[in-house]
């Protein structure tokens, strides 16, 4: 089944202490996203990935990091993740620029 | 800055009805559009796109209407049945070098028996 899955589906965690949460799909596509939904503030982009070994900031970059090593994996690293970082967060991809954005089923992330 | 908006959070049809949910977007150089489905629990569903060479487009149950000169998106739903209830975004690509997509604030779409 083509699919966009995400890990973990949720996750608290403590200030400070550094967190990864994978993104991987399984329908070749070139191009890979991040989101964070916000009640009041929709789907925010964090950073976007045209292709292997190319990352893009979005919207709101500020505190995370992402890698692109492999064409099916775009994972989502926070260093070190504050209380505003709490979120429902969303792994997207799709086959090139101007085609549906396949999502993931979301992490909720809790930062205490 | 431009960005997507809808003209309504929340809407209430009957099962049956059509249901019509708006967006307007500001930015002129917007090329192509998406409406999503989100359901609890779930992450945004692909409906239907529409490129900006386009005014309508028909999918099952579903068309897109773009207007251009108002700016205006809209998914229009035939025969709303109680598996519609959701929220629906519009979202359009407003990169002039990439893919970026602008998501609006949703609409929630509850149907009643």
């Known amino acids: 089944e083509a699919q966009v899955t995400q890990n973990p589906r949720y996750l608290i965690t403590v200030t400070g202490k550094k967190l990864t949460v994978t993104c991987s799909q399984n329908m070749n596509h070139e191009y890979m996203s991040w989101y964070r939904q916000d009640p009041g503030l929709g789907l925010r982009q964090i950073y976007y990935s045209m292709n292997v070994e190319v990352t893009d900031k979005g919207d709101v970059p500020e505190g995370y990091k992402v890698s692109r090593k492999e064409k099916r994996n775009f994972p989502l690293i926070l260093e070190s993740p504050s209380p505003n970082q709490t979120s429902l967060y969303f792994c997207?991809?799709?086959?090139?620029?101007?085609?549906?954005?396949?999502f993931g089923n979301g992490t909720r992330l809790t930062v205490t | 800055g431009e960005s997507v908006g809808l003209h309504l959070p929340t809407l209430s049809v009957q099962e049956g009805d059509n249901s019509i949910i708006n967006c307007a977007y500001s930015?002129?150089?917007?090329?192509?559009f998406i409406w999503y489905k989100q359901e609890s629990g779930k992450g945004p569903q692909f409906i239907i796109d529409i490129r900006s060479n386009m005014d309508k487009r028909q999918g099952q149950r579903v068309t897109v209407l773009l207007n251009k000169t108002v700016k205006h998106l809209s998914l229009q739903i035939a025969a709303t049945q109680p598996g519609d209830s959701a929220v629906y975004f519009c979202a359009e690509n407003y990169s002039n070098s990439g893919y970026a997509l602008n998501f609006g604030k949703g609409t929630s779409l509850l149907v009643t028996p």
């Open positions: 930015n002129s150089a917007s090329d192509y």
């Open positions: 997207a991809s799709s086959l090139v620029n101007n085609s549906p954005l396949h």
